[in-house]
């Protein structure tokens, strides 16, 4: 039976391999190939697992390799690495590549190589990083916020949205097509970010001092604001110096880029003086 597997895949099959893999025959006399074979097994039905979720539609499979080591998905896109190189004959990934690793791989169409892809794979690879945004907005403590620009996901999702930005303002279509357009703008608005973060942030930091500024004119005309200061000395503080940061803000405003902000003063009737 050694003689044959030895021989190749064509006079032995990879189905008659497996069967005997899972009947516990001893390959290579001592079992090592099939415990190795048994943790591949698990890892590729990890990788099946992944195309099963994010690509059910597709006729082959690609994992990337996520950049983040605490992506669900992580070791999953490293194992798929790791087999391209142990098929490449490099002896620090492991044992020598298998016939019935092969036959494996290439029976649920692996993609070993993709620049051969092309185009097709150029949006397999945008699919990917939007996976890697769910992945960051998966963890409750990322509402509201969007990723770092110093790691790779965070440029790749201010990209978008300069795109996005971009093409409204210059009645384009080129830039992000309106399927990806529609897939990342109900992510985004799911987790409360909008396409124009930074102004979005800016915005809500001149509402969130004007309430303060609100509430600070309602203790005085109620006649309650020397009760309040007793009481709450430090919050009383940090309103005032958030309606005073605002007046001092405002005067900066003048110019294209910051106009679009004084109408929130005006419409709040706030003193700019």
């Given at each position: ?42 890892e ?10 994010f ?38 990934y ?5 016939p ?19 185009k ?34 965070g ?27 529609l ?9 409360g ?81």
């Amino acid at each position: 039976m050694h003689a044959l597997y030895n021989q190749g895949t064509d006079a032995f099959p990879f189905e008659i391999f497996e069967t005997l893999l899972n009947a516990e025959f001893p390959f290579d006399g001592i079992g090592r190939i099939r415990k190795h074979l048994i943790d591949w097994n698990l890892e590729f039905q990890k990788m099946l697992e992944y195309k099963a979720k994010f690509d059910p539609d597709k006729d082959y499979i690609h994992v990337p390799q996520f950049k983040n080591p605490s992506n669900k998905y992580f070791k999953v896109g490293q194992w798929c690495a790791h087999q391209k190189q142990r098929r490449k004959g490099n002896k620090n990934y492991g044992m020598d590549w298998l016939p019935y690793e092969e036959e494996k791989m290439n029976s649920v169409n692996f993609v070993w190589d993709l620049s051969k892809m092309g185009k097709r794979i150029d949006k397999d690879r945008w699919m990917d990083n939007l996976a890697e945004v769910e992945d960051y907005y998966s963890n409750s403590n990322n509402y509201k916020t969007v990723p770092s620009q110093k790691t790779y996901i965070g440029h790749w999702l201010s990209d978008q949205m300069s795109f996005k930005t971009k093409q409204d303002r210059e009645n384009r279509n080129d830039l992000i097509s309106e399927e990806h357009e529609l897939m990342l703008g109900q992510l985004l608005k799911q987790n409360g970010v909008e396409w124009e973060y930074r102004k979005q942030m800016e915005r809500e930091g001149i509402l969130s001092k004007l309430e303060d500024w609100r509430y600070v004119e309602n203790l005085k005309v109620t006649g309650n604001l020397k009760e309040f200061r007793d009481k709450n000395p430090q919050i009383l503080k940090k309103k005032r110096d958030n309606v005073a940061q605002l007046r001092s803000q405002s005067k900066r405003w003048n110019n294209d880029k910051n106009n679009w902000k004084y109408k929130y003063l005006d419409d709040a009737g706030f003193p700019y003086k």
